[in-house]
């Protein structure tokens, strides 16, 4: 990975793009930009070789047919695994975060398809479909607490393995299917479900995972307006009126 010009890569926004979860690609790029670091954003479609010194890919969601292929085609092509075993970074939300990891389901017959075994986790379709605004509360590297607010759009549920750890505990929402735990971390690799872009509403979790791409800390960055904005959506959902 070049650290002097990071690269944020977009994987097959054709296949895992209807949520605009692009969005946390260039929430990531810009907020490098915005401390004059150069960085690169790249978008990967499917047939194109996954370039391998990435130090962010970035995964969104999409409908459950769409996973499959997604999961075909960056097992084929394997730079995604090359590169994370090489230290880089790997956020996927929703679908992206699905198919992350060992197992999910399909359809209404509930086809199950074997994941890309990044995280322990194993997605089964729910009893209900999770649809809502969400507030999660994620703690910090430095035990501080942060809210971390999005929707979220799934039917299908989620569980951990021993393996993998929640992203986040749920205050608002589905998260994972349970209303307990959201999303999970394993190594390097962050899956979660809120849409938003979720890194564009949570600029502290964007910071969080360019500072583990990169391994080291980042300047702050005025977020006044953001802080504002942040606090008027979270006692909007807290008060179910969002
Ligand atoms: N198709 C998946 C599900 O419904 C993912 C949906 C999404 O990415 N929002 O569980």
New binding site residues.
């Given amino acids: 990975m070049n650290t002097d010009r990071p690269k944020i890569v977009l994987l097959y926004q054709s296949l895992l793009g209807i949520?605009g979860d692009h969005g946390n690609a260039v929430v990531l790029t810009k907020r490098l930009q915005w401390r004059g670091i150069d960085a690169e954003l790249l978008t990967v479609e499917p047939g194109q070789p996954v370039p391998t010194d990435g130090a962010v890919y970035l995964l969104g969601?999409?409908?459950?047919t769409a996973?499959i292929t997604a999961v075909q085609e960056l097992k084929a092509d394997g730079g995604l695994f090359t590169a994370l075993d090489d230290g880089a970074m790997l956020f996927a939300v929703?679908?992206g975060y699905?198919i992350c990891g060992k197992s999910f389901t399909i359809g209404a017959r509930d086809e199950v398809i074997e994941g890309l075994g990044l995280l322990d986790i194993e997605t089964r379709r729910g009893p209900e479909r999770a649809v809502g605004e969400v507030l999660h509360i994620w703690v910090q590297p430095d035990g501080s607490t942060y809210p971390i607010t999005g929707f979220e759009?799934?039917?299908?549920w989620t569980e951990l393995g021993s393996d993998a750890k929640p992203l986040a505990a749920v205050e608002v929402g589905w998260g994972n299917g349970n209303r307990r735990d959201e999303g999970a971390v394993q190594g390097r690799v962050i899956g979660t479900y809120p849409h938003g872009p979720v890194l564009a509403r949570n600029p502290q979790l964007a910071d969080h995972v360019l500072e583990m791409a990169l391994g080291c800390r980042l300047e702050p960055l005025d977020i006044s307006e953001m802080t504002a904005l942040r606090q008027r959506r979270i006692e909007a959902v807290r008060t179910g009126r969002p």
């Fill in positions: 949520y969601g999409g409908e459950d996973q929703c679908a699905q759009n799934h039917g299908g």
